[in-house]
């Protein structure tokens, strides 16, 4: 009943109380209306429902070779003869193209079948649980759905761009590929106000009316061009993440653009794929090309992008080159913010960071300086010779003195308007064969009880290769690489070397094949009441996430009662073991609080699948050869909602003594990303007075929990000259600059607040920090 009633809202909105002028009346009967126990078959293709006014149809439409997905289109074709679909039900999920239906069943249940094979209690589509890419004139786009987009002109499958209303309240486009996710609408680098938004309009909702205007609760209002009196509109996220208003020019019978949200297509992000840039050409449009001495991943796929013509393992400092290519941009990914820089520092500084692909060297005529910015991945490239700046590629020496290929030769992309199809594999059963079937379920029964006994006999023995044989399976649906738990002894020598202890985990040092150094962290035994299918969906969830100081996740292994994670090692432990040994002077601690606070702020504020660390601590921040931090344990908590709703999983308060946030402790207040940056203020706190929350500190004054925070206020608001000095750990090597330590101080203080709502985000953590330390 409750795919019925979707299916019913749908539509009353969009079929049967349209905003369109009807030459009939309202109370006329549709052509063809589906009634208790009839069904819209794919077979017959007179199989339709027609709204009133016979603007809109609705039926199996044909989306590939034998694959059709339940559809809502304006019933008139265009002047090419094609339909304009605004809405589907199973876009992801097409049914065969042969004894398909839906079925509205006598008991009031929607069904849709795939060729009679009714799969029981399993729902294929809700109507608008399954988001498409169009909203009508007058129909809201609100809080609770978004728009995405097709794959591509002739694949109506899920995208990669998202048009929504984020946690902010703000009307986002957002980018979410196969390796990254980023914000590139409105302009990632203003804050929501200078963009002309607003985050207070809660009720989050926005339309379009027939006369094109379109208005929204966070500020963002436009009219298009045509504005007037025109009902056949739609508003649609097309394939290439751009926005459009289209109106219907009746007499030629073709869609034309009436408005777009982005004029230059190339700042989009995502256009071109990794390692490729996107430049606009008058005569040819938006253009991709692959960077010297990288080659196209898939010649019919740019969303793939390019790979290196060469061996990267062949890099060395010594060996390093750089390819100047003026004009040339990267959107973020940087891994360190260099002003006022020479050329030569620049390229010093990129062969000395680990990964880095190259960087951005450009004159700031504002400040009247050159800013160096090193990357670390080289996504939503542009050339532009409007432009103020080169992108210097690292290539290595001896890859640019060989043969290898320097050009970029242009793949023979299908660029003639007509679509490839490719043939999806069916099964079909066929009912000639009946007889048959009859005789195969007589041998079946004679040979049942030998079947299972085989079955039980074999099951042992094959279970270890039944799983590898599905590893590349699972390792595409989770991005990670599964490993046996034989593998994982072996590798950590019967997990013999112990490297860090948790309250749900222990974590070993191991060596995987190529002799990869590993941590091993295997999750204690109360953890394994987890089923396999939730840990795997877990797990997927985190391998979307990528930032430069996030901790990387090679693989997992979920087998019996074995849950483990597989990350990069870390040369130089936690920052716990560090601050206890005294091993990092100002300027270590400095970036430890800049790149702790980035990577926090990237699971609150930047991937889609929003996270809760909920156990931010010295012990899960680690520190690699050049002590670069990088956030560990990130997502082994339930991921929540933004706004704090839907996150009363957490029965009991989560984290560690000291460092916990005081909501915890108040059933009645929701938990938010406030409660990471709590925690994040106590870190910064410790690494600052070298006094730990939970007691025990270096000085021995067994200053616990919220104590800390209140004697660093007192010598804050206590007036004399001398303060920062008194707070600060005197053992600690190295001079500090009283100026960037006094903001990272009170930066602190005003994390560390009681009220959640007078603590800032995350991401202004990170401005405040930069603003300090003269970034």
């Known amino acids: 009943m409750h795919l019925l009633l979707h299916f019913l809202l749908l539509v009353s909105l969009i079929l049967f109380a349209t905003p369109f002028t009807t030459s009939s009346s309202s109370s006329s009967k549709p052509p063809y209306a589906l009634e208790l126990g009839s069904s819209l078959s794919v077979d017959t293709k007179d199989d339709i429902l027609i709204s009133p006014n016979r603007v809109f149809s609705a039926g199996f439409y044909e989306v590939g070779d034998n694959a059709f997905c339940f559809s809502i289109w304006f019933t008139e074709p265009l002047s090419d003869g094609n339909l304009t679909v605004v809405w589907m039900a199973n876009r992801d999920a097409p049914v065969n193209g042969v004894r398909s239906k839906l079925s509205l069943s ?21 109507s608008f649980g399954s988001p498409t890419d169009t909203i009508l004139p007058n129909q809201p786009l609100t809080k609770d759905a978004m728009l995405v987009s097709s794959r591509t ?26 390796k990254v996710t980023g914000i590139y609408w409105p302009n990632p680098e203003l804050r929501a106000w200078d963009a002309g938004r607003s985050t207070y309009g809660s009720e989050r909702t ?50 034309e653009v009436t408005w777009q949200v982005i004029a230059q297509k190339c700042t989009i992000h995502g256009s071109c794929g990794e390692n490729s840039t996107c430049s606009n050409e008058p005569s040819y449009g938006r253009k991709c090309a692959c960077l010297p001495y990288h080659n196209m ?38 891994s360190k913010y260099l002003p006022n820089t020479t050329l030569d520092g620049c390229k010093k500084e990129c062969k000395n960071i680990k990964d880095c692909k190259g960087f951005q060297y450009k004159f700031d005529k504002k400040q009247g300086i050159f800013l160096c910015y090193p990357k670390f991945l080289l996504l939503n490239g542009f050339s532009s010779v409007s432009f103020n700046g080169s992108f210097y590629l690292k290539v290595p ?61 074999f099951f042992y023995k094959t279970r270890n290769s039944a799983a590898k044989s599905q590893g590349g399976y699972l390792q595409a649906a989770t991005g ?77 292994c979920a087998e019996g009662k074995h849950r483990i994670l597989v990350y990069e090692y870390m040369e130089n432990g936690s920052l716990a073991d560090n601050l206890r040994l005294n091993k990092l002077d100002w300027d270590k601690r400095f970036e430890v609080a800049l790149g702790t606070a980035k990577g926090l702020a990237y699971l609150h504020e930047e991937c889609l699948e929003w996270v809760l660390h909920c156990d931010v601590k010295p012990h899960n921040i680690l520190l690699d050869q050049d002590y670069f931090p990088k956030v560990a344990d990130f997502g082994l908590s339930k991921f929540l909602d933004r706004d704090g709703r839907g996150n009363m999983e957490f029965t009991k308060a989560r984290g560690t003594r000291g460092y916990m946030a005081p909501e915890w402790f108040f059933v009645s207040r929701p938990i938010t990303s406030k409660v990471d940056v709590y925690s994040y203020g106590v870190v910064m706190l410790e690494m600052i007075t070298g006094r730990s929350p939970k007691g025990g500190d270096q000085s021995g004054g067994g200053y616990e929990g919220m104590a800390t925070i209140k004697w660093v206020r007192e010598k804050v608001d206590g007036g004399k000259s001398n303060w920062i000095e008194e707070i600060v750990d005197s053992k600690v090597n190295g001079e500090y600059d009283r100026v960037r330590m006094g903001n990272l101080i009170k930066v602190a203080l005003q994390c560390a607040e009681e009220n959640k709502d007078a603590r800032p985000t995350m991401s202004q953590v990170v401005d405040m920090l930069l603003r300090g330390n003269g970034r």
């Not at 002109?153 to 196969?178: A, H, I």
């Not at 205007?213 to 097309?238: E, K, V, Y």
């Not at 060469?310 to 990914?333: A, K, T, V, W």
């Not at 299908?414 to 594999?425: E, H, M």
């Open 106 to 126: 006598k008991t009031g249940n929607l069904v849709l079948q795939d060729a009679d094979q009714d799969k029981d209690g399993q729902i294929l589509w809700q």
């Open 153 to 178: 002109r002739t694949n109506y499958s899920s995208g990669f761009y998202k048009f929504f209303f984020d946690n902010d309240n703000v009307l986002r486009l957002v980018y979410s590929g196969p």
């Open 206 to 255: 926005a339309t379009i009316d027939v006369f094109g205007r379109f208005i929204s609760s966070d500020g963002l209002f436009f009219n298009a061009s045509d504005d007037g009196n025109q009902p056949m509109r739609r508003l649609t996220i097309d394939f290439d993440g751009n926005v459009r208003v289209y109106s219907l020019d009746s007499s030629r019978r073709t869609w």
């Open 297 to 334: 991943v898939d010649h019919t796929d740019w969303s793939r992008g390019c790979e290196p013509g060469f061996d990267q393992s062949i890099r060395g400092n010594d060996e390093d080159g750089f390819l100047r290519l003026p004009h040339f941009d990267f959107y973020g990914y940087d």
């Open 397 to 457: 020496t001896i890859a640019r003195s060989s043969n290898a290929n320097k050009d970029t030769r242009e793949p023979n992309l299908n660029c003639s308007g007509r679509p490839t199809i490719v043939q999806l594999k069916r099964v079909y059963d066929q009912k000639k064969e009946r007889g048959s079937i009859k005789y195969l379920l007589v041998f079946t029964y004679a040979f049942g009880a030998l079947e299972m006994i085989c079955i039980i006999y």
């Open 480 to 556: 990670f690489e599964r490993f046996s738990y034989a593998d994982l002894r072996k590798a950590s020598r019967n997990f013999g070397t112990e490297i860090g202890r948790g309250g749900v985990a222990v974590v070993y040092k191991g060596v995987l094949s190529e002799n990869r150094v590993a941590a091993i962290k295997r999750l204690k035994d109360a953890s394994s009441n987890q089923g396999e299918a939730e840990f795997l969906a877990e797990i997927s969830t985190l391998g979307k996430l990528n930032h430069m100081n996030l901790i990387d996740i090679w693989g997992y």
